[in-house]
Nanobody
Framework: QVQLVESGGGLVQAGGSLRLSCAAS????????MGWFRQAPGKEREFVAA????????NYADSVKGRFTISRDNAKNTVYLQVNSLKPEDTAVYYC????????????????????WGQGTQVTVSS
């Protein structure tokens, strides 16, 4: 069983930055890749970024490429999402997620690949 707890969301102006964190419990954290998703009101949950179990490989949605950076610290069982140059359309609840099997980072873009989800952290970007 894995528990995920996100933090770091908030209200920022367009162009601002935040650092989201996801603390994971359990001793299998470093065994699998991790992902970040987001869900805006009335929309489906969408992929944002994924990172390999070692942290050496990453994958991003086109809409955030160049603005967001995913990273992880396996010693702290934590995955991060640095979000820069925020736009109003980035407003959403952001979720971190963990699979319960190995997938390459290129195969961690779909909701169905993930078994465990955090409760989410709200990011609101004002124009």
């Amino acid at each position: 069983q894995v528990q995920l707890v996100e933090s770091g969301g908030g209200l920022v102006q367009a162009g601002g930055s935040l650092r989201l964190s996801c603390a994971a419990s359990g001793d299998t954290f470093s065994s699998y890749g991790m992902g970040w998703f987001r869900q805006a009101p009335g929309k489906e949950r969408e992929f944002v970024a994924a990172i390999s179990r070692s942290g050496s490989s990453t994958n991003y949605a086109d809409s955030v490429k160049g603005r967001f950076t995913i990273s992880r610290d396996n010693a702290k069982n934590t995955v991060y999402l640095q979000v820069n140059s925020l736009k109003p359309e980035d407003t959403a609840v952001y979720y971190c997620a963990a699979p319960n099997a190995y997938y390459s980072v290129n195969n961690l873009r779909q909701v169905q690949q993930y078994r465990y989800w955090g409760q989410g952290t709200q990011v609101t970007v004002s124009s």
